[in-house]
């Protein structure tokens, strides 16, 4: 079946403006976590959807940083006032959670560049 | 919070050579401990995983080996390829945090 998709794969902005990377997780799968990676790094979490519950934000590195996830499915990352460190690599997952099903399925990514 | 180190850093060895990549967590409550092989440009993709109720888990070339009382594991990979050469990150997890805290990775080079 289809596995998590990541939109744009590619993304090129200014340093000052916004922007939105979407997540489409395997479908049926309940949680979904964003990762960042940067250059020659391991990846960082960043936040945790499961279900309706509240998301876990205790990755996010700043206020500038949010995401949500509309239906239980689709998710958007958004950067405000995008910095140059925010240059790397964002990484969606999802996971099943049946019983003790921890396996978590990553997206291609999209790779940021802020200029 | 959980801290994943993994060692070495960088690893080449010959085709048909054994590649061991090992890792230390400091969390006694993790208790799920999954391998990653990340590929240029690519997404990492899960290739073994290991509970903490087991020791050890083998899927044809690959076996992953857990030790609860000294937290580590490792990665082995025996009768290498080329196609092998990737990036491999360990990570760990509880079943209470969910999110996977990753190793820095291991850069694997088979050498044909």
């Known amino acids: 079946g289809a596995g998590v998709s990541q939109s744009p794969s590619n993304k090129v902005t200014e340093k000052g403006k916004d922007v939105e990377l979407r997540c489409d997780p395997i479908?049926?799968?309940?949680?979904l976590y964003w990762y960042r990676q940067s250059l020659g790094q391991g990846l960082e979490f960043l936040i945790y959807f499961q279900g309706n519950s509240a998301p876990d934000k205790s990755g996010l590195p700043s206020d500038r940083f949010s995401a949500e996830r509309t239906g239980g499915s689709v998710s958007t990352l958004t950067i405000q006032r995008t910095q140059q460190e925010d240059s790397a690599v964002y990484l969606c997952?999802?996971?099943?959670?049946?019983?003790?099903?921890?396996?978590?399925?990553f997206g291609p990514g999209t790779r940021l560049t802020v200029t | 919070g959980e801290n994943v180190e993994q060692h070495p850093s960088t690893l080449s060895v010959q085709e048909g050579d054994s590649a061991v990549i090992k890792c230390t967590y400091s969390d006694s409550a993790s208790n799920y401990f999954p391998w990653y092989k990340q590929e240029l440009g690519k997404g990492p993709q899960l290739i073994i995983d290991?509970?903490?109720?087991?020791g050890e888990k083998k899927d044809q070339r690959i076996a992953v080996t857990l030790n609860k009382t000294a937290k580590h594991f490792s990665l082995h990979i025996t009768e290498t390829q080329p196609e092998d050469s990737a990036v491999y990150f360990c990570a760990a997890s509880s079943g209470s945090a969910r999110q996977l805290t990753f190793g820095s990775g291991t850069q694997l080079t088979v050498l044909p």
């Open positions: 479908s049926g799968h309940t949680a």
């Open positions: 290991i509970r903490s109720n087991v």
């Open positions: 997952a999802s996971s099943s959670r049946t019983g003790y099903s921890y396996e978590q399925y």
